[in-house]
């Protein structure tokens, strides 16, 4: 089932559960739904709106860090083309949100993997340890092969996890976080967890964000994580 089919099937579910139930016993539902839903909205926003200024001061000093560091990086990556005169094996990689392609494009001299680069200002490059030049680009989108055969699943700790084929294949592509089985058995209309065990197909970006979005509402804790973890 792909990901525009569950939603339809947990709103249908939601419905014929709505029509089972009493009157009386869903006025009450609502009302105590409503007004804990502006309890907790009110005390979400507060908290959004209080950030504690070291909050604030470790986030602006951990992006300058990043951003310098890649700054230098690609200063000094440069700055190695500009004083060599060689020629280098290129490999140009596409980094997707799921998913790699690479391409040899062959010997090229250093003047003209400078020219690339400036060419393609979102490209990064480095040299690898065989004497390699890689040029990287990274695109907010699935991969070719992710939009044929990716499927949404878990895994067999509880993690949600994007397969290439169906999941009983377990070729992993990426692994995302821990579920609370728990909660989602409780808490999602019958037959969505056995939907997610069987596999739920990605097709698109647009799936891939609506999946982990809808899911990341049953995720564990990070410190109940980090916890199993070092334990």
């Not at 001299?109 to 020219?115: C, F, T």
């Not at 895994?155 to 089985?181: C, H, R, S, W």
């Not at 058995?185 to 997610?196: D, H, R």
């Amino acid at each position: 089932m792909n990901a525009s089919k569950l939603k339809k099937q947990i709103k249908k579910n939601w419905k014929q559960w709505k029509r089972r139930t009493g009157t009386t016993a869903l006025c009450v539902i609502v009302v105590g739904m409503a007004w804990w839903g502006l309890h907790l909205s009110e005390k979400v926003q507060s908290l959004l709106n209080e950030k504690p200024q070291i909050a604030v001061e470790t986030l602006q000093y951990l992006q300058n860090s990043s951003f310098e560091e890649e700054s230098k990086e690609d200063r000094y990556f440069l700055q190695m083309l500009n004083d060599s005169d060689v020629d280098y094996r290129v490999i140009f990689q596409k980094n997707y949100v799921c998913g790699q392609e690479e391409q040899v494009l062959g010997q090229m001299r250093s003047d003209h993997i400078s020219e690339l680069i400036h060419k393609n200002p979102t490209w990064t490059g480095h040299l690898d340890l065989n004497g390699d030049v890689w040029l990287v680009e990274s695109i907010s989108d699935l991969s070719p092969v992710c939009k044929q055969k990716a499927y949404m699943s878990m895994d067999a700790d509880g993690n949600l996890t994007m397969y290439e084929g169906p999941p009983q294949k377990e070729k992993v592509l990426k692994t995302f976080f821990q579920l609370d089985i728990n909660s989602m058995e409780s808490t999602l209309p019958e037959g969505v967890l056995k939907e997610l065990y069987d596999g739920i197909r990605i097709q698109d970006i647009d799936e891939y964000n609506s999946v982990i979005s809808t899911f990341s509402d049953y995720a564990r804790e990070h410190s109940e994580n980090v916890m199993k973890r070092t334990n």
